[in-house]
């Protein structure tokens, strides 16, 4: 019998509660520091608006920032999946709320003064104190919102996107001290002031501890370097890499690392990577296929080049089951969590695996499967052919007890929401359908 202590519901609902009252409090601040009070006085609607935009959208920034920062228990609790899914969700919000906020308090500021808007902004950053650095800030906001829109997005190179899209944490960090100096929910609120910038300061705690001081730990106690380069089939690869004390990485299989290759274009960005095989001590294995720039270098890396790794991540593990007996339905690439989360299964599991291709050389590590589901008594369909004439839907007459299944979906962004679809319409309960999309 299978372990089942996944993520926990309970926790999830938890998290989501002192979230909503996190917002209920930062939301009520304007309303008590007296800015609603005003509403009658000239500008007093706008500097309400204005004042509760800017603090609901510096909230949904610092939700944000915690998402981005890797803490394990929200890795754990929503993986990779979910956590783009909630990034996604806030980012639209978070860039509309703060530049309504400059807006109306624009037009606040000039309504009280008599001036036009315009004369208004230009007294406003130059008299007001902190006022440059925040209207920078909410450029580089903006401009981030414009670049992430999907048609804009799809046209620029992923890398530079990213670049740019970093620059939100210098936008966050130049902006604080406006919100500090002129804020009226802080200003002469000292315990509003002090509270605020706790949280700002033990969120950026988290990021840097996660997201710079524990790769640092993991490389100097890991020493990963890449011992061989093996091809898999057309474009893929497997990097096997070799290190130290790698029984000590509590892994599961389905988890993945953010690597970092330490070759001179390549170490300036880490990508997510799922381990396509259980460590064996001293090697770790990671499987990659080739669709962009940095994926595509990973054949070229020599052997012995450093590897710096963040993690491990993910919810896509033997943890999340909710049954005893589990689908794996892998699309392309995908297989490499499949591979890997099969060897954290029980021996007499049984479990039923989907390896969908177009072509047959596109089956990669698919003997590994056969081999690992073989010794657990279970079956693979390997799904070969065109979207049209090899549909989802045939995983269903496949499958006929899917519904009674932990069913896990890996591969590309639309093969895990097509293939999700087609398992809610077979039935499967949500708390059994468990997604990894390879979407970055
Ligand atoms: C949790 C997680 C685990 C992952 N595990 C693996 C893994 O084990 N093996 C692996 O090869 N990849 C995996 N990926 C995907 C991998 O991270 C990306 O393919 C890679 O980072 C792309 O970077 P790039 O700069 O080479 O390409 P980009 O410039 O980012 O992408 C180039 C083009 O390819 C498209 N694209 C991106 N990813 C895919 C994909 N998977 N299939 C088809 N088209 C794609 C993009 O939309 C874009 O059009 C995983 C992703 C995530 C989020």
């Known amino acids: 019998m299978i372990v089942t202590h996944g993520p926990n519901p309970i926790s999830f609902y ?20 007296g800015t609603l009070s005003e509403l009658n006085v000239p500008g007093g609607i706008a500097m309400f608006v204005g004042s509760t935009t800017g603090m609901v959208g510096t909230y949904l920034a610092l ?55 315009l004369k208004e902004v230009g007294v406003i950053i130059n008299k ?22 999907p048609r804009i997005r799809s046209r620029i190179p992923r890398e530079s996107w990213w670049l740019v899209h ?11 001290a406006h919100e500090i100096v002129l804020g009226p929910s802080f200003v002469g609120h000292p315990l509003a002031k002090i509270g ?9 705690a988290l990021v840097v501890t996660y997201r710079i001081g524990f790769p640092i730990y993991r490389s ?12 898999e089939g057309p474009g893929v690869v497997s990097v096997i890499l070799e290190g130290r004390h790698l029984d000590r990485l509590a892994i599961s299989g389905g988890q993945f690392f953010e690597w970092r290759f330490m070759t001179p274009q390549m170490w300036w960005q880490a990508h997510p990577f799922t381990v396509s095989a259980l460590p064996k001590p001293p090697y770790i294995r990671l499987t990659v296929k080739g669709v962009g720039n940095f994926s595509r270098a990973v054949a070229q890396i020599k052997v012995g080049t450093q590897v710096s790794v963040e993690g491990p991540y993910g919810a896509f593990t033997a ?36 390896l969908r291709a177009s072509r047959d050389e596109d089956l990669i590590l698919a003997d590994e499967v056969d081999e690992l589901v073989r010794i657990r008594k279970g079956v693979v369909h390997r799904l070969v052919g065109s979207r049209e004439a090899i549909p989802l839907n045939s995983i269903a007459k496949l499958v006929p007890d899917m519904a009674k299944r932990d069913v896990f979906i890996s ?7 097509d293939a999700s679809k087609m398992a809610r319409r077979a039935g499967v309960d949500a708390k059994a359908l468990h997604q990894e999309a390879y979407s970055i």
């Not at 938890?14 to 520091?33: K, Q, S």
């Not at 605020?196 to 950026?204: D, F, K, P, Q, V």
């Not at 100097?220 to 091809?231: F, N, P, Q, T």
């Open 14 to 33: 938890a998290v989501l509660l002192v979230c909503g009252l996190g917002l209920g409090f930062v939301a009520g601040l304007p309303i008590v520091d």
């Open 63 to 117: 939700l944000m920032v915690i998402l981005a920062s890797r803490l394990p228990a929200l890795e754990r609790m929503l993986g990779q999946h979910g956590i783009i899914h909630w990034h996604r969700l806030l980012a639209p919000w978070t860039i509309a709320l703060i530049t309504v906020h400059a807006v109306f308090l624009s037009l606040a500021y000039a309504e009280v003064a008599k001036r036009g808007v």
């Open 128 to 149: 007001f104190p902190s006022m440059v650095s925040a209207t920078v800030a909410l450029g580089i906001m903006v401009g981030i919102g414009l670049i992430s829109l």
């Open 166 to 176: 970093l620059l939100m944490y210098l936008a966050l960090f130049i902006s604080f």
């Open 196 to 204: 605020w910038a706790i949280a700002w300061l033990l969120t950026a």
């Open 220 to 231: 100097l106690v890991h020493r990963l370097k890449v011992a061989e380069i093996r091809s």
């Open 319 to 354: 943890f999340a089951m909710r049954r005893g007996r589990v689908l794996l339905i892998a699309g392309g690439v995908g297989v490499t969590a499949a591979r890997s989360l099969l060897e954290d299964l029980p021996l007499k599991s049984r479990p039923i695996v989907v």
């Open 411 to 417: 591969g590309p962004e639309d093969f895990v929401r």
